[in-house]
């Protein structure tokens, strides 16, 4: 199994303001990904993040918007950027291990207003 | 494109009784996950599944992936208030070339509420 955690929990940010979210896993993984889920829906794919080469986006996500950084096996950042009140949800990481069993952070619940 | 319908979308139960939620995929499943997740939480982890016909069981919760790889039941013994919250389905969106490629696709979800 893995053992995921983010920072922050949640936090409540300004219209046009940027937030960075962190993702720590507690063993090295080749895959990563960062997912959103929207108030009352299901969780979307964002983007792929694999270390060493560039994150890979979903149609409708951009990386001007949702830039990843993945500097090594065990961590990677999502900063949701210039903000809007659509952009409210649980932002969560997630891995693939061997044997594809697939785990999920506790999430990060952002709130814009 | 491939989609997961669950049932029932949401169930309350009596404490210690037994309960089963079914996922229904358009397409052939080649690897199926059960997750529960509390209101405004992240997604814990329950059971993958990837065989046709396989059983797996952990504590009282077993899940099952039929013969034709179209249809999972995840089935709860005993029934306990800290059963309580969404069960989510989810299968791989992109395929499964040799293993997960991480893109889940997820059904609607089951809200489950066990009364004591």
């Known amino acids: 199994s893995a053992v995921i955690s983010q920072k922050p929990s949640r936090d409540i940010c300004q219209r046009g303001t940027s937030l960075t979210i962190q993702c720590q896993v507690d063993s090295q993984v080749t895959m990563m990904f960062w997912y959103r889920q929207q108030p009352g829906q299901s969780l979307t794919l964002i983007a792929t993040?694999?270390?060493?080469?560039?994150?890979?986006?979903e149609s409708g996500f951009v990386i001007d918007k949702f830039p990843i950084s993945r500097p090594n096996l065990t961590f990677s950042t999502l900063t949701v950027s210039n903000m809007s009140p659509e952009d409210s949800s649980i932002y969560l990481c997630s891995v693939v291990l061997a044997g594809s069993e697939q785990y999920f952070g506790p999430g990060t619940r952002l709130t814009v207003t | 494109s491939q989609e997961l319908e669950q049932s029932p979308q949401s169930l309350i139960v009596q404490e210690g009784k037994n309960l089963t939620i079914n996922c229904t995929s358009s397409?052939?499943?080649?690897?199926l996950y059960w997750y529960k997740q509390k209101y405004g939480e992240g997604l814990i982890f329950l059971m993958m599944l990837q065989k046709g016909g396989e059983e797996k069981s952990h504590e009282k919760i077993t899940a099952k992936l039929d013969e034709k790889k179209q249809q999972s039941s995840l089935h709860i013994t005993a029934s306990q208030p800290s059963h309580a919250g969404i069960y989510l389905c989810?299968?791989?969106?992109?395929?499964?070339?040799?293993?997960?490629?991480?893109?889940?696709?997820f059904g609607k979800g089951t809200k489950l509420s066990v009364k004591p």
């Open positions: 397409k052939t499943l080649y690897g």
């Open positions: 993040a694999n270390q060493g080469s560039e994150a890979t986006y």
């Open positions: 989810g299968a791989d969106k992109a395929g499964w070339y040799g293993g997960s490629q991480g893109n889940l696709i």
